[in-house]
């Protein structure tokens, strides 16, 4: 079981329920593609530095998790067809940093 | 053969040169840490290269790895620097 971070930008247009159902969505979609979710982390609304498919803001959510190393490749093809999720970036790590991250502490 | 004390006060004496990273409580390199990340790269936001910031090359390529990452969750600018 290898260590993943993963960060996920959703459109800044998203209502409050909508974002839980993204954030449920993803969850479901861990589980059943053998993962565990170790912890998870919501930076909120940021302004991004440039605009990612003419949104100026978007959602970040953070999650570390432990998955498979080939059943990232499923996940991944899940998360590009959800339109509503601007970028997504999985990240191997030997270990998990105790949370809550630098982003957070300034 | 130049004794230690007239080569002291020679102005261009080369000052110690250490790596920022590679001390006992030096910070971590991390993606997420983006106030770190942007104190090594130039006002266009380019990445300052190693032998003016004096980091290890093994200490840079991590660098430049988290710096990319940052640009590309646009949590960092590619043309700018604070954004």
């Known amino acids: 079981m290898n260590k993943f971070e993963a960060v996920v930008l959703l459109s800044p247009d998203l209502s409050s329920t909508n974002i839980q159902e993204q954030e449920d969505s993803f969850k479901k979609l861990l589980t059943n593609s053998e993962g565990a979710l170790h912890a ?4 909120g609304l940021r302004d991004l530095s440039y605009n990612i498919k003419n949104n100026k803001k978007a ?22 067809q959800n339109e509503k999720i601007l970028r997504y970036l999985f990240i191997k790590v030997k270990n998990h940093e105790d949370l809550p991250t630098k982003l957070l502490k300034e | 053969m130049k004794s230690r004390e007239d080569r002291k006060n020679n102005p261009f004496e080369e000052r110690k040169k250490f790596c920022p990273f590679s001390q006992q409580n030096s910070p971590k390199i991390n993606y997420k840490d983006i106030r770190l990340l942007s104190r090594y790269i130039s006002e266009k936001g380019k990445i300052t290269p190693s032998r ?4 290890s ?12 990452r940052a640009r590309f969750l646009a949590l960092m600018s590619y043309t700018q620097k604070n954004s």
């Open chain 1, 40 to 43: 998870s982390e919501d930076w």
């Open chain 1, 59 to 80: 959602f970040y959510k953070f999650y570390q998790i432990e998955i498979e190393g080939n059943k990232i490749q499923d996940m991944k093809k899940i998360l590009t």
């Open chain 2, 52 to 55: 003016i910031t004096n980091v």
């Open chain 2, 57 to 68: 090359s093994k200490k840079q390529k991590e660098l430049s790895n988290a710096i990319k």
